[in-house]
């Protein structure tokens, strides 16, 4: 179960002028190979750390020092890009430009 505490209560898109200034890294985002247990199939997204640099601060959890965790709609505004079903569940606290997603194992088949 996800700790909705550590999202923003409504997602919230970015702006077309902060869609400008991180336009230039998308190209530069990471996706690693899906991989999976019993349960789930996983996958990081690994951003640019200069990306992270220019993401409104709504976006953070001062916390953890790391980005809260993202609704569907404001991780495609950041420009990543995968199939339907992921849910972004947890940073990498070692490497907060690491985000963690997961899907259910039989997503495609549902």
Request: no cysteine.
């Amino acid at each position: 179960m996800l700790d909705q505490g550590r999202r923003n209560k409504h997602p919230r898109a970015l702006t077309d002028p902060e869609k400008e200034k991180i336009a230039e890294f998308r190209e530069k985002i990471h996706y690693s190979s899906r991989y999976s247990d019993d349960h789930f199939e996983y996958r990081h997204v690994q951003l640019p750390k200069e990306m992270i640099k220019k993401i409104p601060k709504e976006y953070f959890d001062f916390t953890k020092g790391t980005l809260k965790l993202l609704w569907e709609e404001e991780w495609r505004s950041f420009g990543i890009t995968q199939s339907l079903g992921w849910e972004h569940y947890e940073v990498h606290e070692p490497e907060p430009h690491i985000l963690l997603f997961k899907r259910p194992i039989e997503f495609q088949t549902q």
